[in-house]
């Protein structure tokens, strides 16, 4: 069964950093684009960055700049690297793996407890 842990969650100031990671068990890593969603208070969870098995990343217009996601294939792990955080920033932070069943990146497994980001102005 796949389990998507993340962490590296907490609280800063806004224009700080954070660097979240999500380690995930089972042997799709390497074959599935990864990706970072952030649900902010009382809205439903966004995609805010994707990776493909091969590198390629993508951005919300809202994060470009600032965040940066990569991944380690030898560790099953997904980064997100964010900096310039601003309060909108907010949220629990979650990673997924993409379902490959259409052009638009999709969730493929359950979700997991995700990590808390909480910037303050």
């Known amino acids: 069964q796949v389990q998507l842990v993340e962490s590296g969650g907490g609280l800063v100031q806004t224009g700080g950093s954070l660097r979240l990671s999500c380690a995930a068990s089972?042997?799709?890593?390497?074959?599935?684009?990864m990706g970072w969603y952030c649900q902010a208070p009382g809205k439903q969870r966004e995609l805010v960055a994707t990776?493909?098995?091969?590198?390629?990343?993508n951005y919300a217009d809202s994060v470009k700049g600032r965040f940066t996601i990569s991944r380690d294939n030898a560790k099953n792990t997904v980064y997100l690297q964010m900096s310039s955080l601003k309060p909108e920033d907010t949220g629990i932070y979650y990673c997924?793996?993409?379902?490959?069943?259409?052009?638009?990146?999709?969730?493929?497994?359950?979700w997991g407890q995700g990590t808390q980001v909480t910037v303050s102005s």
């Open positions: 997924n793996a993409d379902s490959q069943k259409s052009g638009v990146f999709s969730p493929r497994y359950r």
């Open positions: 990776i493909t098995e091969g590198g390629v990343t």
């Open positions: 089972g042997s799709f890593f390497s074959f599935r684009a």
